[in-house]
C-alpha cells in the first residue's frame, strides 16, 4: 500500500525559505522508473506542478519557479524535500507530494492529504 | 511550456445526466494525459491515464478519449458523488502542466 504524507510548518513569513517534506511508504525511490512529484494549489484556484524527483536523481522543475525550488531525496529515509526560497504571500497554498511510476508514465495515482502552507507576517 | 484550456470552466448538470468536459492542448502531446477529480478539502484522485485508460477502482461511468491536442473526459449517467472538479494534466512534457479545472455542479 502506498502512501505519502506532507509536513512542514503552517506559516511562513515573506522572504523566508519553506522546506516541505514528504515521507512515503509502500515504495522505494531507489526503484527504476519511481518518481516523486510536488504540486500546489491556492486556495480556490487550479493544481500548479511544481518540481519531480527520479529514481536516478533527475530533477525536474517548473520554469516559472525554478530560481525559487530545490527538490532532494533521501533514500534510505523514504523522504522527498522540497525547499522554497524568498515566500511571497501568493505562495500560500496546500501542498501536496505524489508518486509517480515511471518517466512515461508520470501520472499520479498516489497523493498525499496535502498541507498548508500560509505567507504572512 | 505546454498551456491547456478545459471547457466550460463550470457545468450546471442533473443526476443522471452525460456530462462531457472537454481538455484542449497548445500542442500535441500524443496520448500522454491523464484527469483528475477533485473534492473540495480533499486530494485530487486519478481517473484516467494515458487518455483512455481507467484507473483501477475508478466506476465505467467514466471514460477518456481523444490524442494530440483535443481530449474529452465523459460521465455517462452523472451521480451524486461526481459533483466535484476535474482537472486534466499532461506528461507529454516538462513541465507537466494541468488545466484550470471543470467544476460540475448540481443544476
Known amino acids: 500500500q502506498i502512501t505519502l504524507k506532507e509536513s512542514g510548518p503552517t506559516l511562513v513569513k515573506p522572504t523566508q525559505t519553506l522546506t516541505l517534506t514528504c515521507t512515503f511508504s509502500?515504495?522505494?525511490?531507489?526503484?527504476?522508473?519511481?518518481?516523486v512529484g510536488w504540486i500546489r494549489q491556492p486556495p480556490g484556484k487550479a493544481l500548479e506542478w511544481l518540481a519531480l524527483i527520479y529514481w536516478d536523481d533527475d530533477k525536474r522543475y517548473s520554469p516559472s519557479l525554478k530560481s525559487r525550488l530545490t527538490i532532494t531525496k533521501d533514500t534510505s529515509k523514504n523522504q522527498v524535500v522540497l525547499t522554497m526560497t524568498n515566500m511571497d504571500p501568493v505562495d500560500t497554498a496546500t501542498y501536496y507530494c505524489?508518486?509517480?511510476?515511471?518517466?512515461?508514465?508520470?501520472?499520479?495515482?498516489?497523493w498525499g492529504q496535502g498541507t498548508l502552507v500560509t505567507v504572512s507576517s | 511550456v505546454i498551456w491547456m484550456t478545459q471547457s466550460p470552466s463550470l457545468l450546471s448538470a442533473s443526476t443522471g445526466d452525460r456530462v462531457t468536459i472537454s481538455c484542449r492542448m497548445s500542442?500535441?502531446?500524443?496520448?500522454?494525459l491523464a484527469w483528475y477529480q477533485q473534492k473540495p478539502g480533499k486530494a485530487p484522485e486519478l481517473l484516467i491515464y494515458?487518455?483512455?485508460t481507467l484507473q483501477s477502482g475508478v466506476p465505467s461511468r467514466f471514460s477518456g478519449s481523444g490524442s494530440g491536442t483535443d481530449f474529452t473526459l465523459t460521465i455517462s449517467c452523472l451521480q451524486s458523488e461526481d459533483f466535484a472538479t476535474y482537472y486534466c494534466?499532461?506528461?507529454?512534457?516538462?513541465?507537466?502542466?494541468f488545466g484550470p479545472g471543470t467544476k460540475v455542479d448540481i443544476k
Open positions: 505524489a508518486h509517480s511510476s515511471g518517466y512515461s508514465s508520470s501520472w499520479y495515482p498516489y
Open positions: 500542442q500535441g502531446i500524443s496520448s500522454y
Open positions: 494515458a487518455a483512455s
Open positions: 509502500g515504495f522505494s525511490l531507489s526503484t527504476s522508473g519511481v518518481g
Open positions: 494534466q499532461q506528461y507529454y512534457s516538462f513541465p507537466f502542466t
